[in-house]
């Protein structure tokens, strides 16, 4: 199906552990983006990519890591989970010449233990 | 980007206009007036963008003020399904989104 993808939805894991969250968008767009969603609390910003193999900081980068070897994935890596990542993740993406409109996929709850 | 300040939450009752305010005092001349919401447990989705003119399309109705410091998102018919968290953003065009804590409406029956 087109969209956006993410996996997996539902995640529990120990602190001190690595995760990765997959996202995976069908439209070819360029710009990708990672969100953490807090209780009470608007989205933050993990990391955005422009393009395949560009990335950059958002607000709020540390303790993550990610990689864009293909332009349909975006993967976040939380190399040693802590507690503070608690936290609904969302995946968007968004065309370069569409500035206004970003796609954001279904979330993934992430508990750490 | 101009920060936004919006009311915390605000009740509906279904069938009649919504009227979801947002100031943004600080808003400069290139920076555009955004609206996203998030239903529960959904990701955020677009509704509806603006510069300086007012905007309609099938969701809502977006007015801005002529001086621009401030702008009422209208949903003209609210439903149950419209209940969610409302987010007004201003930002340049190209820059990242910064999403506050914006404003949950609770549509009522």
């Known amino acids: 199906d087109a969209g956006i993808t993410q996996s997996p939805r539902y995640k529990i894991t120990e602190t001190g552990r690595q995760v990765t969250l997959m996202c995976h968008q069908t439209?070819?767009?360029?710009?990708m983006f990672w969100y953490r969603q807090d209780l009470g609390h608007g989205l933050r910003l993990i990391y955005y990519?422009?393009?395949?193999?560009?990335?950059d900081k958002g607000e709020v980068p540390d303790g993550y890591v990610v990689s864009r070897s293909k332009t349909e994935n975006f993967p976040l890596t939380l190399e040693s989970a802590t507690r503070s990542q608690t936290s609904v993740y969302f995946c968007?993406?968004?065309?370069?010449?569409?500035?206004?409109?970003?796609?954001f996929g279904p979330g993934t709850r992430l508990t750490v233990t | 980007d101009a920060k936004t300040t919006q009311p915390p939450s605000m009740d509906c009752a279904e069938g009649r206009a919504a009227n979801l305010p947002c100031n943004h005092s600080?808003?400069?001349?290139?920076?555009?007036v955004y609206w996203y919401r998030q239903i529960h447990s959904q990701g955020p989705q677009y509704i509806i963008h603006?510069?300086?003119n007012n905007e309609t399309n099938e969701m809502a109705s977006l007015i801005i003020t002529e001086d621009r410091k401030s702008s009422t998102l209208i949903l003209p018919h609210a439903t149950l399904r419209d209940t969610a968290v409302y987010y007004c953003?201003?930002?340049?065009?190209?820059?990242?989104?910064?999403f506050g804590p914006g404003t949950r409406l609770s549509v009522l029956p």
């Open positions: 603006g510069l300086k």
């Open positions: 439209w070819s767009h360029s710009y």
């Open positions: 953003i201003v930002r340049n065009y190209g820059q990242n989104f910064v």
């Open positions: 990519s422009a393009a395949a193999d560009i990335t």
């Open positions: 600080t808003i400069s001349g290139n920076e555009y």
């Open positions: 968007a993406s968004r065309d370069w010449d569409s500035a206004y409109e970003q796609y």
